[in-house]
Nanobody, 124 residues
Framework: QVQLVESGGGLVQAGGSLRLSCAAS????????IAWFRQAPGKEREFVAA????????YYADSVKGRFTISRELAKNTVYLQMNSLKPEDTAVYYC?????????????????WGQGTQVTVSS
């Protein structure tokens, strides 16, 4: 059935960049809003960025605005998260999530499907 697979995580020094990918299968990709969330050890999961299902709007948490960019490549059923100027506080497991006909909400309970996550570690 539906599967979301994240990739692109790794270890990077502060100020560096990473690009995360979320590849989807088992769904009509263009009909879903896709969001990125992250969770650090001992902390609650938090919203990072989202793109709505028509692909006409993008949304960002204040903590990453101006540094991260979310984009969609429909032909490859893939959403990307370009992360620049990384900070140690960005260290977390990053998850992608999908909501059918979603608007790009920051509420994690609205999303129908989740990936397994990819680790991002930013050293000081």
């Amino acid at each position: 059935q539906v599967q979301l697979v994240e990739s692109g995580g790794g270890l990077v020094q502060a100020g560096g960049s990473l690009r995360l990918s979320c590849a989807a299968s088992g769904l009509i990709f263009s009909r879903y809003a896709i969001a990125w969330f992250r969770q650090a050890p001992g902390k609650e999961r938090e919203f990072v960025a989202a793109i709505n299902w028509p692909g006409t709007g993008t949304y960002y948490a204040d903590s990453v605005k101006g540094r991260f960019t979310i984009s969609r490549e429909l032909a490859k059923n893939t959403v990307y998260l370009q992360m620049n100027s990384l900070k140690p506080e960005d260290t977390a497991v990053y998850y992608c999530a999908a909501e059918n006909h979603g608007s790009g909400t920051s509420r994690d309970r609205s999303y129908d499907y989740w990936g397994q996550g990819t680790q991002v570690t930013v050293s000081s």
